[in-house]
């Protein structure tokens, strides 16, 4: 891989938005062991997957770091989740620290249904948490688990984002749909839930629930690539509405862990046609420094 190859069509697509660079909600950064684990199973082709995977980034740490920041992005996230019970609250001791060391990532922290939530989601939060991962899919949970009032409680009241994998893509769980999460924004209905994957593959339905939650948002993450439409085509009835929501989608690119390059990643929402550069600047950059306070 050709760092410079890689780089310069990123620079060039933000450049001529005359954009200051990237905010990029969607990115992972984990324990090396837990990465390890994670690229071992997409090259398994496991039955989460289903598909052939190459991990397009697989690098040491310090040089993905250095990738995105060669890319421009300007502020990144460290998604960490748990698939166990006594997982989540080690993870987010890693990932402060990473945050610590690395300024422009934002402090991440993730949960999961047991004892105890409530009370490492709050401490997570006082140290500097501004975002956190719920993987419904790979955690085989109900996001309504009792469990969870407290968690979901605490982030509502303190209006922290929540990048939730709950789309049936690209493979469906027990728990994912659009249903748990019409529940769960009955019972609390001012949560800041961001939309994975713009909700793959049940786009349209999950475009219903961002209409009828002004604090839902979409992140476009492996939305529109090619190797997305192949298998989950995004309904093409239904690309105006992305117009509208415009001021709620944020780009995500699942780096490290896509099939292809960044720059393609960015080319799928760029030639989407479905509105103008300003429309494309709140995406890359504006909405994501909008929620998490950036300059």
């Known amino acids: 891989m050709d760092e410079m190859d890689e780089i310069a069509p990123v620079r060039q697509i933000w450049q001529q ?56 992005v300007r502020a990144f996230s460290s998604l960490v989740y748990a698939h166990k019970p006594d997982m989540a609250e080690w993870l987010n001791g890693w990932a402060r620290q990473f945050a610590l060391q690395t300024p422009d990532c934002l402090s991440t922290a993730t949960f999961y249904p047991e004892p105890g939530a409530a009370d490492y989601v709050e401490t997570a939060i006082t140290q500097g948490a501004k975002l956190f991962k719920s993987h ?12 969870l009032d407290g968690v979901w409680a605490i982030l ?38 961001i939309i994975a994957h713009m909700g793959m593959p049940e786009y349209t339905e999950f475009l219903d629930i961002a209409a009828d939650h002004p604090q839902v948002r979409l992140d476009t993450t492996m939305a529109f690539t090619a190797f997305a ?55 890359f950059y504006r909405n994501g420094a909008r929620l998490f306070g950036l300059s």
């Open 156 to 193: 509502q009241d303190s209006a922290t984002p929540v990048v939730i994998h709950c789309g049936s893509g690209p493979a469906p769980g027990d728990y994912t749909g659009p249903d748990p999460i019409r529940s769960l924004l009955t019972r609390y209905p001012r949560l800041v839930l």
């Open 229 to 283: 439409e192949a298998a989950m085509p995004f309904p093409a009835d239904h690309l105006p509405r992305l117009r509208d929501l415009g001021e709620r989608i944020l780009f995500g690119s699942d780096f490290p862990n896509i099939p292809y390059s960044y720059a393609e990643a960015m080319r799928a929402i760029t030639d989407l046609g479905v509105a103008d550069d300003d429309w494309l600047r709140d995406v």
């Open 136 to 147: 419904i899919q790979v955690g085989q949970y109900e996001p309504n688990d009792p469990r």
């Open 17 to 72: 938005l005359e954009l200051p660079g990237i905010v990029d909600v969607h990115t992972h950064f984990m324990p090396k062991s837990v990465m390890d684990k994670v690229w071992q199973y997409f090259d398994s082709a496991g039955p989460l997957t289903g598909r052939e995977w190459p991990i397009r980034y697989r690098t040491a740490e310090e040089e993905r770091v250095h990738m995105l920041r060669r890319f421009g």
